[in-house]
């Protein structure tokens, strides 16, 4: 979907790319087409879909079938299972992304990147996983695990992608970033939005995402909605089956001075039934040191103070 400015040129725009010929050959004809299709997006709207992304089906069931398992549990359970701001059960109402808004309507559950000989003290964003005794590890853990393996090395892809769009830039330092990442699985139910005219009811408040880039899988119910920056306007993100939606985090705008826009989202489940979504967040290396890569002035910061500023505001 796309607007287009007075000047007959793009200015809003969340195509979906297949990712296929470049995972095929990222040195072809048909690959440098892709960059620039996503170079596109990342400079309008900071959002667009892939498919021929290579997840496996049957991976991406099981993953929605352990979230829907999880959530079955009773809320008493499930409270057993909560831990620090990033990992384990979160009930509904712990976060408040958008500020005059109620506390999001959604429940979530965390789960990050497994580290060898991981033992206490833990650093922020690197403490041990939580796993549900009352779920069999084939049924949860197994699958996520798999899965988080899996969706490290799309984001991997797609931030040499996004690394090739950017031409006039020193990109060297995704390499470090890359390595030994924060990032994070989170499983979301989102209840039916309730029969109100509150508009301070919100399924996910309007806000802006903390790290590089997003991968989210959608279950096929409506929810997800763009900010057009253009025309002020909220623009739906409709579900397409097995695709990712992936969009820009505010890292990689501060990297790019603003060229990759980090763009105001929210989700209202006006599905009329449960809303299942599992997002992916490539956060970095907590060391990796983010500045503008133009050379323009700009304090910066760490990934690991960056994180822990954003969880304080919205936790």
Not at 29 to 55: L, N, P
Not at 151 to 178: E, P, Y
Not at 300 to 306: A, N
């Given at each position: 979907?796309?607007?287009?400015?007075?000047?007959?040129?793009?200015?809003?725009?969340?195509?979906?790319?297949?990712?296929?010929?470049?995972l095929?050959?990222?040195?072809?004809?048909?690959?440098?087409?892709?960059?620039?299709?996503i170079?596109v997006a990342?400079?309008?709207?900071?959002?667009?879909q892939?498919?021929?992304?290579g997840?496996?089906?049957?991976?991406?069931?099981?993953?929605?079938?352990?979230?829907?398992?999880?959530?079955?549990?009773?809320?008493?359970?499930?409270?057993?299972?909560?831990?620090?701001?990033?990992?384990?059960?979160?009930?509904?109402?712990?976060?408040?992304?958008?500020?005059?808004?109620?506390?999001?309507?959604k429940?979530?559950?965390?789960?990050?990147?497994?580290?060898?000989?991981?033992?206490?003290?833990?650093?922020?964003?690197?403490?041990?996983?939580?796993?549900?005794?009352?779920?069999?590890?084939?049924?949860?853990?197994?699958p996520?695990?798999?899965?988080?393996?899996?969706?490290?090395?799309?984001?991997?892809?797609?931030?040499?992608?996004?690394?090739?769009?950017?031409?006039?830039?020193?990109t060297?330092?995704?390499?470090?970033?890359?390595?030994?990442?924060?990032?994070?699985?989170?499983?979301?139910?989102?209840?039916?939005?309730?029969?109100?005219?509150?508009?301070?009811?919100?399924?996910?408040?309007?806000?802006?995402?903390?790290?590089?880039?997003?991968?989210?899988?959608?279950?096929?119910?409506?929810?997800?909605?763009?900010?057009?920056?253009?025309?002020?306007?909220?623009?739906?993100?409709?579900?397409?089956e097995?695709?990712?939606?992936?969009?820009?985090?505010?890292?990689?705008?501060?990297?790019?001075?603003?060229?990759?826009?980090?763009?105001?989202?929210?989700?209202?489940?006006?599905?009329?039934t449960?809303r299942y979504?599992?997002?992916?967040?490539?956060?970095?290396?907590?060391?990796?040191?983010?500045?503008?890569?133009?050379?323009?002035?700009?304090?910066?910061f760490?990934v690991?103070?960056?994180?822990?500023?954003?969880y304080?505001?919205?936790?």
């Amino acid at each position: 979907m796309a607007s287009a400015q007075g000047n007959g040129q793009a200015a809003f725009s969340i195509p979906t790319v297949d990712l296929k010929a470049y995972l095929t050959n990222p040195h072809s004809a048909e690959a440098e087409g892709i960059v620039e299709q996503i170079r596109v997006a990342c400079t309008t709207s900071g959002f667009f879909q892939v498919t021929g992304h290579g997840v496996p089906e049957a991976l991406q069931d099981r993953v929605f079938a352990a979230a829907k398992a999880l959530f079955a549990l009773p809320d008493d359970e499930k409270r057993k299972l909560s831990g620090k701001p990033g990992r384990g059960y979160e009930i509904i109402g712990t976060q408040t992304l958008e500020a005059g808004k109620k506390p999001d309507r959604k429940e979530g559950y965390f789960i990050g990147r497994e580290i060898a000989g991981n033992k206490p003290p833990y650093r922020p964003f690197q403490e041990a996983n939580i796993w549900p005794a009352q779920l069999p590890e084939s049924q949860f853990r197994q699958p996520l695990l798999g899965y988080h393996r899996a969706m490290s090395d799309l984001s991997f892809h797609l931030m040499r992608i996004l690394a090739r769009g950017l031409k006039d830039f020193d990109t060297t330092v995704f390499d470090d970033f890359c390595r030994d990442p924060i990032a994070a699985i989170r499983l979301l139910h989102y209840p039916p939005h309730p029969n109100t005219e509150d508009a301070t009811l919100v399924g996910a408040g309007a806000h802006t995402d903390f790290g590089a880039i997003t991968l989210l899988l959608q279950d096929g119910h409506s929810g997800l909605q763009v900010l057009n920056q253009f025309s002020g306007e909220w623009t739906d993100v409709p579900p397409r089956e097995r695709a990712y939606v992936v969009n820009v985090g505010d890292m990689l705008e501060a990297w790019t001075s603003g060229t990759y826009k980090s763009n105001v989202h929210r989700v209202i489940n006006s599905s009329g039934t449960d809303r299942y979504s599992v997002p992916f967040f490539l956060d970095g290396n907590a060391d990796c040191v983010i500045r503008p890569l133009d050379g323009s002035h700009g304090k910066p910061f760490t990934v690991e103070e960056h994180m822990l500023s954003r969880y304080a505001s919205t936790y």
